[in-house]
């Protein structure tokens, strides 16, 4: 009986330890989303990322197991330091269980390494660099949903038979913009492309007339725009302005990927250029139904980014639901587990090194002819699988599973 008795104890504290390390901490459950909301990203992530979380929420009521769900937003205005303080903040004060968006690589990093030390957890969905599953990967803190460097370089890459082979780099002169044209090079060398040139503007930039004439000077075939935001809206205008299609150069305008942003453009400057995008609203019915709801509600379209993180929040709010914790390597663990089909992707799969592989699409911005309707704007070229783009595991990037 004594024996017995051990056991029975023994049991009783295991079974209570594994409630204690299978529940939602402080009571509550608190998603940060820290984004541009005042700069050039704010269209889009910033506020429309916000209403995607707050959407993700909804979805479950706005509670968890009778937890109420939170979503609080701030402003890192493209400084790491500012995202740092933030992210402290929300992580000591405010008990934030879950920081996502993060558009900006160099704040994305800066956040990261605060997450990893507090554990915390980040949802990247709109920093781009690769880096995030490669040298500064760490698959218990961390998932990279929506795009990277690596994979829009071999997306592009896959292209050039239909786009050029020799190339002119216009790039945005920070860290996103820098990985993206190495891996846009690394990518379209083996199929027999070249690059010419290379030119870097600063973020922010208004006026691409000097940084597009040496384009113009290069003759290149394509002119790659490695940019984003409103750096990407002002480049492609600068570009039709300045007759680069009208002379026979193609625009890759990489970082034109968003309806809104095309709108803001205009079909009559963007029609013609080529981009790749981890998104489009017709790919299944939660696709139409989430641009339709997020219309009603912000009366834009979203951007691939915002569609993103609905898609990221939603399945991290899908496993705090499944194990009862916010604990990240619990969490992480279950979203790994569980396919992935919603308003995003049809088919992702969260792989142990962080990276959410999906389909992705090269597509072209429709002629106004074309267009059927307001948001009817841009064509896919080609469908291409998520394991034939994004960076394989076999290459062995991530050093965090080196060490498993």
Same mark, same amino acid.
């Given at each position: 009986?004594?024996?017995?008795?051990?056991?029975?104890?023994?049991?009783?504290?295991?079974?209570?330890?594994?409630?204690?390390?299978?529940?939602?901490?402080?009571?509550?459950?608190?998603?940060?989303?820290?984004?541009?909301?005042?700069?050039?990203?704010?269209?889009?992530?910033?506020?429309?990322?916000?209403?995607?979380?707050?959407?993700?929420?909804?979805?479950?009521?706005?509670?968890?197991?009778?937890?109420?769900?939170?979503?609080?937003?701030?402003?890192?205005?493209?400084?790491?330091?500012?995202?740092?303080?933030?992210?402290?903040?929300?992580?000591?004060?405010?008990?934030?269980?879950?920081?996502?968006?993060?558009?900006?690589?160099?704040?994305?990093?800066?956040?990261?390494?605060?997450?990893?030390?507090?554990?915390?957890?980040?949802?990247?969905?709109?920093?781009?660099?690769?880096?995030?599953?490669?040298?500064?990967?760490?698959?218990?803190?961390?998932?990279?949903?929506?795009?990277?460097?690596?994979?829009?370089?071999?997306?592009?890459?896959?292209?050039?038979?239909?786009?050029?082979?020799?190339?002119?780099?216009?790039?945005?002169?920070?860290?996103?913009? *820098?990985?993206?044209?190495?891996?846009?090079?690394?990518?379209?060398?083996?199929?027999?492309?070249?690059?010419?040139?290379?030119?870097?503007?600063?973020?922010?930039?208004?006026?691409?007339?000097?940084?597009?004439?040496?384009?113009?000077?290069?003759?290149?075939?394509?002119?790659?725009?490695?940019?984003?935001?409103?750096?990407?809206?002002?480049?492609?205008?600068?570009?039709?302005?300045?007759?680069?299609?009208?002379?026979?150069?193609?625009?890759?305008?990489?970082?034109?990927?968003?309806?809104?942003?095309?709108?803001?453009?205009?079909?009559?400057?963007?029609?013609?250029?080529?981009?790749?995008?981890?998104?489009?609203?017709?790919?299944?019915?939660?696709?139409?139904?989430?641009?339709?709801?997020?219309?009603?509600?912000?009366?834009?379209?979203?951007?691939?980014?915002?569609?993103?993180?609905?898609?990221?929040?939603?399945?991290?709010?899908?496993?705090?639901?499944?194990?009862?914790?916010?604990?990240?390597?619990?969490?992480?663990?279950?979203?790994?587990?569980?396919?992935?089909?919603?308003?995003?992707?049809?088919?992702?799969?969260?792989?142990?090194?962080?990276?959410?592989? *999906?389909?992705?699409?090269?597509?072209?911005?429709?002629?106004?002819?074309?267009?059927?309707?307001?948001?009817?704007?841009?064509?896919?070229?080609?469908?291409?699988?998520?394991?034939?783009?994004?960076?394989?595991?076999?290459?062995?990037?991530?050093?965090?599973?080196?060490?498993?």
């Amino acid at each position: 009986m004594r024996v017995s008795g051990l056991a029975a104890s023994a049991l009783a504290l295991m079974l209570a330890s594994t409630c204690v390390h299978a529940e939602i901490a402080n009571g509550s459950i608190k998603i940060g989303v820290l984004t541009d909301l005042s700069g050039g990203y704010e269209q889009n992530s910033g506020n429309g990322s916000v209403e995607a979380a707050k959407m993700a929420a909804e979805d479950f009521g706005g509670k968890i197991n009778g937890v109420p769900i939170t979503v609080l937003a701030g402003d890192h205005q493209n400084k790491p330091d500012v995202g740092v303080s933030l992210a402290n903040r929300w992580f000591d004060v405010d008990k934030v269980d879950v920081i996502t968006d993060l558009v900006n690589s160099a704040v994305g990093f800066a956040v990261l390494d605060i997450a990893k030390a507090k554990n915390r957890m980040v949802l990247l969905t709109s920093a781009g660099s690769a880096d995030f599953t490669g040298k500064a990967c760490d698959p218990d803190h961390s998932v990279h949903w929506v795009y990277d460097t690596y994979q829009i370089g071999r997306t592009i890459g896959q292209a050039v038979p239909q786009l050029g082979k020799s190339w002119f780099f216009i790039t945005a002169d920070y860290a996103f913009g *820098h990985a993206l044209e190495q891996a846009v090079t690394a990518a379209i060398k083996p199929f027999g492309a070249t690059v010419v040139g290379s030119v870097k503007a600063p973020l922010g930039t208004t006026d691409f007339s000097s940084f597009v004439l040496q384009a113009q000077a290069s003759k290149a075939e394509v002119v790659a725009l490695n940019n984003g935001g409103d750096d990407g809206i002002n480049s492609v205008k600068a570009a039709r302005e300045f007759g680069l299609i009208a002379g026979g150069q193609k625009i890759a305008a990489l970082g034109l990927d968003s309806l809104p942003a095309i709108k803001s453009t205009s079909l009559e400057v963007a029609q013609g250029s080529m981009f790749t995008t981890t998104w489009t609203p017709d790919i299944n019915p939660e696709a139409a139904a989430f641009m339709k709801r997020f219309i009603e509600r912000r009366k834009t379209a979203p951007s691939t980014f915002q569609v993103g993180t609905y898609s990221a929040v939603l399945n991290y709010l899908k496993a705090v639901q499944a194990t009862n914790s916010t604990d990240p390597k619990t969490v992480i663990a279950k979203m790994r587990a569980t396919p992935i089909k919603d308003a995003f992707t049809n088919h992702g799969v969260l792989r142990e090194d962080g990276r959410m592989v *999906h389909d992705v699409f090269l597509v072209q911005v429709k002629t106004p002819a074309e267009s059927k309707s307001e948001w009817d704007l841009i064509k896919v070229v080609r469908q291409m699988k998520g394991d034939d783009v994004f960076r394989p595991l076999s290459a062995n990037a991530c050093p965090a599973l080196a060490k498993k």
